[in-house]
């Protein structure tokens, strides 16, 4: 019996019948304006303590009104307070057992052209031979693969031509370096 009057008291506290809502309403209704002033006060405290950054972004000097500073002397001002720590992070390697940076890859050599010899057919075509192994069977015209085009074909020489540059070739003639 006991356990069953309690629910009953539980019930009827929870339903609203000697709630402190139910008593209170009536004056919060009368000083609501008061409670809304005192809300948005509080509200404001936090606004109003905070610390401001001490970095401006904004900055006036020699008559200027609101120039923006610009994104060197903003990562100096964002550099100064980094620690001395990272100072060599970019001297190191990361990805490398040794920390050390894989050397420049050395630039490509220069195709140096050999003319073996002139095929004359209803088309007339030159076979070359390139400083790397490569061999062409091409027309007066057509392009290498570095850009040098056949200008013209003799009875035993061949004019190439690369942007400005025109070199001769004659058959069988080795360039001594």
Request: aromatic share 6%.
């Amino acid at each position: 019996m006991m356990i069953k009057e309690y629910i009953k008291g539980v019930t009827k506290h929870f339903r609203g019948g000697t709630g402190i809502v139910k008593r209170l309403l009536p004056e919060l209704k009368k000083h609501r304006k008061d409670v809304f002033i005192l809300l948005a006060m509080l509200s404001l405290i936090p606004v109003l303590v905070v610390k401001k950054p001490d970095i401006s972004l904004i900055t006036t000097g020699h008559g200027e009104k609101n120039k923006y500073i610009d994104k060197k002397t903003l990562l100096k001002l964002v550099s100064n307070g980094i620690d001395k720590q990272y100072v060599g992070i970019n001297d190191r390697n990361i990805f490398s057992q040794d920390g050390k940076y894989e050397a420049e890859a050395p630039p490509k050599p220069t195709k140096t052209y050999t003319l073996v010899g002139i095929i004359r057919a209803k088309i007339i075509q030159v076979f070359l031979v390139d400083n790397l192994g490569g061999t062409y069977i091409i027309k007066q015209g057509d392009t290498l693969d570095d850009g040098t085009v056949v200008a013209s074909v003799d009875n035993i020489s061949v004019v190439l031509k690369n942007g400005t540059e025109e070199k001769k070739l004659k058959i069988l003639t080795v360039e001594k370096k």
